[in-house]
Structure formats: C-alpha cells, structure tokens
C-alpha cells in the first residue's frame, strides 16, 4: 500500500467525513487546534523567554518551568489530536503542500531542540537555575524554541491559503 493510497484511507473514515462535511466539524476542530496553540505556546514562551533572561529573572529557571509545563504540555496534546484529526480529513491535501512539510520539520526541530535542552543543557542547571541570565546553551535553546514556534504558526497559517485554493473549502 502506498502513501497515497493511506491517505485516501484516512480521508474515507468517519472522523474526516464528520470534518470534512458536516457543519460544525471543521470550524470546532479547527478552533480547538488554535486554542492548543494559544495556550501551548503562549505559556511555553514564558519559559523560552525565561531562558534567554529577558523576563522573570527574579523566578529560577526550574519554577517557571514547572510552574507552566502542565498548561503547555496540556495545549501541545489538544494540538497533537485536533491536529490529527484535520490531517485525517486533508491527508492528500497535506502531503502535497509544502508548508505542511515546513510545519512538521519546524514541529521536529522543536522536539530536538527541547530534547537537548533537557539532556545535555540543563544537566548543569544548578549552576545557573537562579542566574538572572542563564549561559549561552540556555539562552540558545529559548532563542531556537521561540523562532521554530513562530515557523510553526506561519507554516500552520500558510496552508490554510494554499491547500484549498485548488479544491472548495470543507
């Protein structure tokens, strides 16, 4: 079986008909996936900002960022599933439009940017947790997350203008 053929799979299931023909599916799906975005990344840019030792700078690294890493955590799995279910819906669309390529590279980047953060950066945080302006790796990291997040959202945005323009909007 080939992508394509997966593709047309998934856009002849229940869920992606549900979005895909009825009133309400795509709007509130849609609407769920920025509220997702909104509440992700709006709070994870405190702590990006945080790390690049702009704002918060009487707050330890590690409070900001236990202190919001429920409520982006919480936002990042409402974009995962509403996120899904669109691309169930427009999997052929999608594949074929280069801004969702963009957007799932940024999405990557972001996770291996974390992910680095998290296993080589911080593992001397105690060094510089409380630090006003944590070193060059953290602040590198905050910079990185902020720029591939904005990727995201400009990617996410373009491909509402291109995907439908050779087909009817849902």
């Given at each position: 079986m080939t992508l394509p053929d997966i593709f047309e799979s998934l856009e002849s299931t229940p869920l992606a008909s549900m979005i895909q023909e009825s009133a309400y599916g795509f709007p509130i799906v849609?609407?769920?996936?920025?509220?997702?975005?909104t509440l992700s990344v709006g709070t994870l840019l405190w702590v990006d900002?945080?790390?690049?030792g702009v704002t918060l700078r009487h707050l330890r690294v590690s409070e900001v960022y236990r202190?919001?890493?429920?409520?982006?955590?919480a936002g990042f799995a409402m974009m995962l599933v509403t996120g899904a279910m669109l691309f169930?819906?427009?999997?052929?669309?999608?594949?074929?439009n280069v801004f969702f390529r963009v957007?799932?590279?940024a999405i990557v980047l972001a996770g291996a940017n974390a992910a680095v953060l998290h296993f080589v950066t911080q593992r001397t945080s105690?060094?510089?947790?409380?630090?006003?302006?944590?070193?060059?790796?953290?602040?590198a990291a905050g910079l990185v997350?902020?720029?591939?997040?904005?990727?995201?959202?400009?990617?996410?945005?373009?491909?509402?203008?291109?995907?439908?323009?050779?087909?009817?909007p849902p």
């Open positions: 849609v609407a769920v996936h920025l509220l997702g975005l900002l945080r790390l690049v202190g919001l890493a429920p409520w982006f955590f169930t819906a427009f999997a052929t669309l999608a594949y074929g957007k799932m590279a105690p060094e510089w947790d409380n630090a006003a302006r944590p070193p060059i790796g953290a602040r997350s902020i720029a591939l997040w904005v990727v995201v959202m400009l990617a996410g945005r373009m491909m509402s203008y291109t995907m439908f323009s050779a087909a009817p």
